[in-house]
């Protein structure tokens, strides 16, 4: 499982962050940063739930 960002569509929000802070991050630029891509996989339900929590849908997961 690998997190995939789309900068572009951020608008940091910061619920990423809020939820799973050990992955996401929201860096002075007001955009996301992902500070682990490649979570392992018994963090994937809590993944998924911050990246289906991003309002402006600015976060996928890819396998």
Do not use: K, W
């Not at 619920?15 to 799973?20: F, G, K, Q, S």
């Not at 955009?31 to 600015?58: K, M, S």
């Amino acid at each position: 499982m690998r997190i995939v960002a789309d900068i572009g569509a951020c608008e940091g929000y910061g619920m990423c962050e809020a939820m799973a802070d050990d992955y996401f991050e929201i860096g002075d630029d007001d955009l996301v940063h992902i500070t682990d891509e490649n979570p392992p996989e018994g963090d994937r339900d809590h993944v998924h739930a911050a990246v289906q929590a991003c309002p402006a849908r600015a976060l996928r997961l890819e396998s």
